[in-house]
């Protein structure tokens, strides 16, 4: 059976490069002595310098929050995949709900992943509703969301591709405000469907599907046993070694 995948998504947290080296290696303390979890570690890319020089374990690496589509150029304020890369950095978040609420549409999210990919990054690519009615309309979004990056992918690319699907409406909120695992367990057969739709069965059926928004030691489990997911996206609680840690432990216990 393979590893449960675990993205922490610090976003632009902590303050200081004192604080992420002090988190970083309280997680990877742990982490090296547990088997079955494979972490990556979205930090800020201001503290990739440092960090990338305190990654000891296999289970551990490290990712960003974003990258460009273009290597170099006049593009203020951006960062390219090549940029990241000598960090030892192999992944990437893109399409995260606070990004589009930014302003980035689907095209644009779609031209960054496909640039990650050619410079092989593994994508991370976020998809979610902001809302729920009872029409199920967020099916159609979700849908959008996907076939924007999809259908300009080739099928051998899909092995650098991670499906995070994280619904709005829950992120930050407590437990108990998160998604429930019926539901859960539907929008990733939904995910499935569609990607196979796409690559054909087989192809589609390796594409690790994810869980974020609002989880926590008492709702991951659950997630894993029940919510057909290959690992879960943790934004808040990754900030908190012993949170974290206690995510992880609960999880692999649950496999
Ligand atoms: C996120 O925003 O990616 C996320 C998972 O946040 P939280 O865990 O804090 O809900």
Known sequence: ????????????????????KKIFSGI???LVKMNGVDVCICAPTIFLPELSKLLKSK???LGVQDVFYEGTGAYTGQTSPEMVKP???TH???GHSERRELGESNEFVARKVHYAVSKGMTVVLCVGE????DEGGYFTFIR???EAVLSGMKRADLKKIMIAYEPIWAIGKRAEEALDVTSLYEMVLFIRKILTEHFGRAPAQKVPILYGAAVKVDNAPQFIAEGGVNGLL???ASLDPKQFIGISKAIVTKK
């Open 28 to 30: 990877q303390k742990d």
């Open 234 to 236: 943790v934004g808040s």
């Open 87 to 89: 960090f030892k950095v």
């Open 92 to 94: 990437t978040i893109l």
């Open 130 to 133: 902001r809302e729920r009615t």
């Open 1 to 20: 059976m393979s590893n449960v995948i675990l993205i922490a998504n610090w976003k632009m947290n902590p303050k200081t490069s004192v604080e992420a």
């Open 144 to 146: 959008d969301e996907l």
């Open 59 to 61: 289970k551990v690496s």
